[in-house]
């Protein structure tokens, strides 16, 4: 469908176009099953109606809901919508995630438990374990481990950092790397003979490196053995780098600082992966050193 190519072409994340194309194929799919009025804004009310009755997560909501206003506005762009029926699709409500859990998080030593699942005796230990311990320690998304390449780790201000990292939307960041992480990457680039190109290569039953790339795919479908055997089954990519946050912030880490690490636009985006706790222990207004004179 043309309309479904021109939202697919106008986002550069493989990422978000995988979500997208299932969103918009799911869409079209429920579009087709009876008669409707067009694509307005009742059409997508009654969309939102649909997937709330599913029982369906906000977050699934939200994506569902992101592909649909981006639908609107290329076909809008397009000319193949008019401006005042995409602004009331633009206007349909998405499900609110405020107070809702946006994943999972590692405690230091779950965190620790899974750098310490690979056996760093065989190649693909090695490289498994460099892979966690830059999700751990960098933050990285699975599309940016597996596009890494050794260009990228450069030293800067005295220590090594990961330079010029093309991440969502096409932002670039430079992201500090801890030294245990470039002690990881080392101990698996030096066996494994990487000297350029991408710092993760394939490895097979035989243990030898063969191949050019990682794909994204192989980076979640790695994690999923190590995180049960260190005792956190179902952990992802993505809660490694909420944990790489809130570890951040748990060992004195600016917000500011975090957020530049995550690469995100937003800072409300960033205190999401913190997954805030309220310390009603050590409450941070017991520091405010007021007396009452009765």
């Known amino acids: 469908m043309r309309t479904k190519a021109l939202v697919l072409d106008s986002v550069s994340s493989p990422i978000t176009k995988r979500v997208y194309n299932m969103a918009l194929d799911e869409f079209f799919r429920w579009y087709a099953q009876e008669p409707r009025s067009g694509f307005t804004k009742a059409t997508v009310s009654a969309w939102r109606v649909t997937l709330e009755e599913r029982g369906l997560g906000s977050s699934s909501i939200i994506i569902r809901m992101s592909a649909i206003r981006k639908l609107a506005l290329e076909a809008t762009d397009n000319g193949l919508l008019a401006p005042e029926l995409a602004a009331g699709i633009q206007r349909v409500k998405s499900a609110k995630s405020i107070g ?40 990285l998304r699975r599309s940016e481990v597996a596009a890494l390449a050794i260009r990228h780790i450069q030293q800067r201000d005295g220590r090594w950092c990961i330079v010029d990292l093309y991440g969502k939307h096409g932002r670039v960041r430079t992201v500090p790397m801890p030294a245990w992480t470039k002690v990881a990457i080392d101990a698996w680039t030096g066996p494994a003979g990487v000297v350029d190109g991408y710092v993760f290569r394939p490895v097979n039953r035989g243990d030898q490196v063969r191949g050019e ?82």
């Not at 760093?120 to 320690?137: E, M, N, Q, Y």
């Not at 809660?239 to 060992?251: G, H, I, S, V």
């Not at 985006?269 to 405010?288: F, M, S, W």
Request: charge should be positive; glycine fraction near 8%; include cysteine.
């Open 213 to 294: 790339a990682l794909s994204e795919k192989v980076v979640w479908q790695m994690l999923r053995p190590y995180a049960t055997a260190a005792g956190v089954p179902g952990i992802a990519p993505h809660d490694c780098r909420r944990t790489a946050a809130k570890l951040c912030r748990a060992a004195g880490g600016e917000l500011e600082q975090i957020q530049l690490l995550l690469g995100h636009a937003s800072v409300q985006t960033t205190e999401r992966y913190l997954g805030a706790k309220q310390d009603l222990v050590h409450a941070p207004n017991d520091g405010i050193k007021l007396r009452i004179a009765v």
């Open 100 to 139: 809702v859990r946006a994943g999972n998080w590692l405690t230091l030593r779950q965190a620790q438990a899974l750098l310490n699942a690979p056996d760093i005796t065989t190649t693909k230990g090695l490289r498994d374990c460099a892979i966690i311990a830059v999700l751990l320690g960098c933050a």
